[in-house]
Structure formats: C-alpha cells, structure tokens
C-alpha cells in the first residue's frame, strides 16, 4: 500500500501543501502527524498510535494570458516601415490554457511511547511539497511557462520527544528528503537568433531591419526542453515545544528548517526550424546545425541542474478543551518562502550532440576543424546558466480546526484557515502560480472497532482570480530596453486562477494513552 500510494503522489495539489496528515494533522497534534508539525507532540499523546491517509486530490488551474505588448510591427531598428514580404502583418499570443491535476497525496506515520511514561518516538513518510500537471493544448499561449511538470519531495522522518512532569514537552525530529523534478517548458530563441546574425554581419549595433519583437513567439522560433527525472536528496531538521499548563490547555510552537535542492539529471531540447520567409534566420539556424534542409530542426541530449531553495517555517497552536468531548485549535505559520528567489538552471550539451553540423570534405583538414568550431560554438550557446525569477516573499497561514467527540463510535469537526500568497503578483506565472486561499474542511470518523477509526474529510481551496497587468517578464531584440537576466522570459499578463478539492481518507489506531483519542 505504501509503494502503491508514494507512485500516485505524483502531480499533487500546490508547492506547497498545508495539509500534511490531512484532518489529523495540525500544529497542535499529539497524534503520528506531529512528527512533521511538531515532534513535541508525540510525548503529550502517548500511547501507541498510527495515522495512513491517501489523499485523491482534484485540481483545476487556468491561465488566460493576454496578447504581449511588442509593439508595432512598423517599429524597426533600421529605419523602415516596410514589413518584408511574407511575414506576419499583425500577431497574437494570447489565449487561455487550463492545467488539470489529479493524484493521491499519502501520509503514513506510527508512534509510541513504548510503556516509558513521558516519551514520545515517532517515525513516518510525508509529502510536504508537490506540484504538476499539463496544459491541454500543447501549443498554448503559456507554454513558456509550463507544458507539463511534476515536482515532488517526500520526506522519511523520525522524531523524538519527552515530557517532563506533564508540564512541558520538547521534541526534534529528523528528514531524509528525497526530491525529483520533472518539467517540459518552451523556450524562445529569437533573440539568440537575432544576436547571431549581428554577429555575422560584422557585430552590428542593432538587428537588421527585419527583425521585430512582434514575431518573437511565433512557432519557428522556439526551444523546447524536456528534464527528465531530475533528482536531489537532502537532510532537514525540526525541534519544538509543546506546554501543558493545564489539562485543557496546550501550546505548540515548533520550528521546521529549510532545505537547498540542487536536482540533476538528463534534458532534451529541441529545436524548431525558423519559418522560410526569414531567410537570414533560416541560414543561420541552418549554418549552427540548428535546422537541416528539410526542416527538421535538431535535438540535443544533455545534463541539467535545477536548484532553488525551500523555506524555513516556525508552527504555532493553541489547542482548548472547553468539554472533554470538544478540541479547539487556533493555529498557524509563518513561512519563509523569501528563500525560494529564483529557479537557478544549468543545461551542458556535448559538441558531439550537433549532429547537423559536418565538414564538406572530411579528408580536408581545415573543413573538419571549421565544423567542430562550429559545433563547440553551437553547444555552448545550449549550455547556459538560467535564472528564472519566482520572487517568493515571507508569508504566513491562520486557521480554527475543530474536533468534537459524540462518542467512542464516532467523531465529526471542521476547519477553517488562509493562506497568504507567496508570489508577489507581478512575478506570477503558470509555473508558479500562486494565490490568496481560503480552505473550508469538514471530517468524520467512525470506530467500529475499538481503538481504530475510519475517516474521511473533504477539503476545498478558494483561490480567487488574479489579474496582472504589471509583469516583470519581458523579451526584446533590442539592446535598449532588456531585462535583467531573472525577469528575460515572456511577458505574463493575464488572469489566473483555480481551485483545488481534496478527499482525505485515513486509517487510525489508537492505543493507550487517554490522549491519543485525540
């Protein structure tokens, strides 16, 4: 079941995911989710206790970008408002794409107190953060910023904890992280093709005259890349406190350390051919072993790294029992997703990849050493060091739970929480979007036998429209007016939004220890 569950934890809801253990999990729990939330909890619940939830979750995120602002196709570096004959009179690259995700997230947790009064040993599998999914038109308007991906890091943790006189609990806990990053984008190559060209005609100041900023997306002139399976493994830690002052009182706040992921693996890219009626592009894609004469355009195989940085967060709850039959929670966190700057990429091709590239005679010397020239200048301009804006900011999330116990047969609550967004909405894009949400959950639980419990909870996330009109993004031919490095990509105006339904189903067993009931 455990295996079954990690395979479909693929194409989960969000980057990140707030429900870690489902309705069980809270930073106030005292039951196997705390071994994430706060491992100081597993002192107070005592006993012995297990927690596995599969999680199907049902997601639908839409972007309806709008038609770039590249200005007039009558702008020209050279002076001339002609539009050579055969290009594009007028161009549009707006269009709506929608992103369906489907998947199980799993949580499987155990902990106990092993008959030692005040301790508390936990061990589990999570899934703190995931993402992915796929356009369905394969062409669309957003494919610079996601084709398809999938983005997933488990995390195999033991914790430990121990209470002293029923008063205050501390706990550490330690993760294994394994990370694999997959993810299928566009890239546009117009300005690399324009500046080839200066380059060839003696390093001209500015593009020749045929050169627009409005064909910048036009088919011919893109890169797709494809990471394939990606991988990075990493260590982190937590340590908390939990105080009991009174029996109907408890107070949690644990503090969960950030990580660097620097996954690598293979990539693909390949290139489409210019349209004919730019010959001098043509020639050139020709000349770099980036097209061959019957339009086929090259494709490389390679290495890449992508790395970022996840954030540090610090839990907190204040967990009441107004009755014995009913549990309060207020709770949150403050997240430190100022890490997560920027997706730092790398990709190294092989000269030996440019296959279209060969000598005209291979018994002269002087043509082999022209074409391998060209080949190591071709792969290097596809080997670069790429920086991709995310601009996270440091965030937070609030939220009520509540639990009331009708009997030892059967359990109800709810919850209630926002969470702030962590991308400010001029550096929003299809591949990291992210947005204000309101969280609405309701559970269940039945016992039919005693000391196990079935339950299920529906969860549902409101992500109100975004509309931006301001995009850091941007791409221009010119020198005059081009962004730095992190924010070259498309623009990104547009709208975004979504919603995310998620249905928890958990298996609990409970033995011991009064608490654990909770």
């Given amino acids: 079941?455990?295996?079954?569950?990690?395979?479909?934890?693929?194409?989960?809801?969000?980057?990140?995911?707030?429900?870690?253990?489902?309705?069980?999990?809270?930073?106030?729990?005292?039951?196997?989710?705390?071994?994430?939330?706060?491992?100081?909890?597993?002192?107070?619940?005592?006993?012995?206790?297990?927690?596995?939830?599969?999680?199907?979750?049902?997601?639908?995120?839409?972007?309806?970008?709008?038609?770039?602002?590249?200005?007039?196709?009558?702008?020209?570096?050279?002076?001339?408002?002609?539009?050579?004959?055969?290009?594009?009179?007028?161009?549009?690259?707006?269009?709506?794409?929608?992103?369906?995700?489907?998947?199980?997230?799993?949580?499987?947790?155990?902990?106990?107190?092993f008959t030692v009064e005040g301790l508390g040993i936990g061990a589990g599998l999570a899934v703190p953060q995931a993402t992915g999914g796929e356009i369905e038109n394969e062409w669309g308007a957003n494919r610079y910023s996601l084709r398809s991906g999938d983005i997933r890091a488990i995390q195999a943790i033991l914790a430990a904890s121990y209470r002293v006189k029923k008063l205050v609990s501390f706990g550490v806990s330690g993760a294994f992280v394994d990370s694999t990053w997959s993810a299928n984008t566009d890239t546009v190559t117009y300005v690399d093709l324009s500046d080839a060209v200066r380059e060839e005609f003696g390093g001209l100041e500015q593009p020749l005259g045929s050169f627009r900023d409005g064909y910048m997306e036009q088919r011919g002139y893109t890169a797709t890349a494809d990471f394939d399976g990606l991988k990075d493994q990493a260590f982190t830690f937590g340590a908390g406190v939990y105080v009991t002052p009174h029996e109907k009182v408890g107070i949690s706040a644990a503090f969960n350390k950030g990580m660097r992921l620097d996954h690598s693996g293979d990539v693909n890219?390949?290139?489409?051919?210019?349209?004919?009626?730019?010959?001098?592009?043509?020639?050139a894609a020709r000349d770099q072993g980036l097209c061959d004469e019957n339009r086929n355009g090259a494709e490389f195989n390679g290495t890449s790294t992508v790395g970022y940085s996840l954030p540090s967060r610090v839990n907190l709850g204040i967990v009441l029992f107004p009755v014995e039959q009913l549990r309060l929670e207020v709770m949150g966190s403050w997240v430190g997703w100022s890490a997560f700057t920027d997706y730092e990429i790398t990709t190294e091709i092989d000269a030996s990849e440019v296959t279209l590239v060969q000598p005209d005679d291979p018994d002269d010397p002087d043509d082999v050493a022209e074409a391998q020239e060209t080949r190591e200048k071709t792969a290097g301009l596809a080997s670069q060091d790429l920086i991709w804006a995310r601009d996270g900011r440091d965030t937070f999330w609030v939220g009520i739970d509540a639990k009331h116990r009708v009997s030892d047969l059967f359990m109800y609550g709810?919850?209630?929480?926002?969470?702030?967004?962590?991308?400010?909405?001029?550096?929003?894009?299809?591949?990291?979007?992210?947005?204000?949400?309101?969280?609405?959950?309701?559970?269940?639980?039945?016992?039919?036998?005693?000391?196990?419990?079935?339950?299920?909870?529906?969860?549902?996330?409101?992500?109100?429209?975004?509309?931006?009109?301001?995009?850091?993004?941007?791409?221009?031919?010119?020198?005059?007016?081009?962004?730095?490095?992190?924010?070259?990509?498309?623009?990104?105006?547009?709208?975004?939004?979504?919603?995310?339904?998620?249905?928890?189903?958990?298996?609990?067993?409970?033995?011991?220890?009064?608490?654990?009931?909770?």
């Avoid at 890219?269 to 020639?283: G, R, T, W």
């Avoid at 969280?439 to 039945?446: E, H, N, Q, R």
């Fill in 1 to 113: 079941m455990l295996l079954f569950l990690m395979t479909l934890s693929a194409q989960a809801a969000g980057l990140d995911l707030l429900e870690v253990g489902g309705a069980w999990g809270t930073p106030g729990a005292t039951n196997p989710t705390a071994i994430w939330w706060n491992p100081a909890g597993l002192a107070v619940g005592g006993g012995t206790q297990f927690v596995v939830e599969g999680a199907p979750v049902f997601a639908k995120v839409y972007a309806d970008r709008a038609n770039p602002n590249y200005g007039s196709l009558e702008q020209t570096a050279a002076g001339t408002s002609d539009i050579p004959d055969g290009y594009p009179t007028e161009y549009d690259y707006s269009g709506r794409d929608d992103v369906s995700l489907n998947a199980v997230v799993p949580f499987i947790g155990v902990s106990s107190d």
């Fill in 269 to 283: 890219l390949k290139f489409q051919c210019p349209p004919e009626y730019d010959f001098l592009v043509d020639i």
């Fill in 414 to 518: 709810g919850r209630v929480f926002y969470d702030r967004t962590s991308v400010p909405i001029e550096s929003l894009q299809l591949n990291n979007f992210n947005g204000n949400t309101l969280g609405l959950m309701g559970m269940a639980m039945v016992s039919p036998v005693d000391k196990l419990g079935i339950s299920l909870s529906l969860t549902h996330h409101i992500i109100p429209e975004r509309t931006v009109d301001n995009s850091v993004f941007g791409l221009t031919v010119f020198d005059e007016g081009r962004k730095d490095a992190r924010y070259r990509w498309p623009e990104a105006n547009g709208s975004y939004g979504g919603s995310i339904t998620r249905l928890g189903i958990a298996l609990r067993g409970r033995f011991g220890h009064d608490q654990a009931k909770w």
